[in-house]
């Protein structure tokens, strides 16, 4: 499988800044095809995006059908967009926003009802790294039931923002935790500080299958570097 390289633009970028960055992002994607490459701005840049990638992903969806929810942006309306994929549970969500296993669970099946596919994402906090294994268990609850393709995030909390990614090594064994609940054919991308620096080691672990990249996809540099090492690694040009 190609790696996937996915853009977190937060809630980060003016229109003119983001118009910029993602015409920047489509005239690489042209160099590169061995790379899937996904941008998930914030939901009112979402056609702009969508006018010019081909995978286009919503940070958020409502968790009601369309209806009398002042604020929400329903799954239907994130397709009539153009929008491909969505995240589902990011840390950010679960502690800023209280996002509980219902409510990750009616969101999932709201984007299945129109077939947009989820990125599950996962991580625990400094205080739960002593348990993991536990913790990752209990939080892919929902998506095991889940009976539509997905793919999974897995962002240690402590990683997210700091500058402190995860080693390989340790990304590499709660992945291979993850593979072996949700099957071999999952994609499981990881995240949590991911830059050019640190990128490549990630991609030689065997269950790291791309990256969910958050600060360091905010600037065309950055990601453009990010997405030409994942781009040479897969010609095996960097082993
Ligand atoms: P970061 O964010 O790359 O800035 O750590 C990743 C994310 O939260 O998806």
């Not at 369309?66 to 950010?92: F, I, Q, R």
């Not at 926003?97 to 969101?107: A, G, M, R, V």
């Not at 596919?117 to 993991?132: A, M, S, Y």
Request: glycine share 8%; net charge negative.
């Amino acid at each position: 499988m190609k790696p996937l390289i996915a853009a977190n633009w937060k809630m980060n970028l003016d229109l003119t800044s983001a118009t910029q960055l993602v015409r920047q992002i489509n005239l690489i994607k042209n160099e590169i095809s061995n790379v899937d490459i996904m941008v998930f701005p914030s939901h009112c840049y979402l056609s702009l995006v969508a006018s010019v990638l081909n995978q286009v992903g919503a940070q958020n969806v409502s968790e009601y059908a369309p209806g009398a929810y002042t604020g929400e942006v329903s799954a239907e309306m994130l397709k009539s967009c153009g929008v491909t994929h969505a995240l589902v549970g990011h840390s950010e969500r679960r502690h800023i926003f209280f996002e509980t296993d219902d409510i990750l669970t009616k969101k999932l099946y709201q984007l299945k009802s129109v077939g947009i596919v989820p990125i599950f994402c996962v991580g625990e906090t400094l205080d739960q790294r002593n348990r993991v294994e536990s913790v990752i268990q209990h939080q892919l609850q929902p998506i095991l039931s889940f009976d539509a393709p997905y793919i999974i995030a897995y962002e240690p909390v402590w990683a997210i923002g700091t500058g402190q990614s995860s080693t390989p090594e340790d990304a590499q064994s709660v992945h291979e935790i993850i593979q072996s609940m949700v099957g071999p054919g999952v994609q499981i991308l990881y995240g949590g500080s991911v830059t050019e620096s640190n990128l490549l080691n990630l991609l030689k672990m065997p269950n790291i299958h791309g990256a969910l990249v958050g600060g360091a996809s905010l600037k065309t540099e950055s990601f453009t570097s990010i997405l030409n090492i994942a781009s040479k690694y897969e010609q095996g040009a960097l082993i």
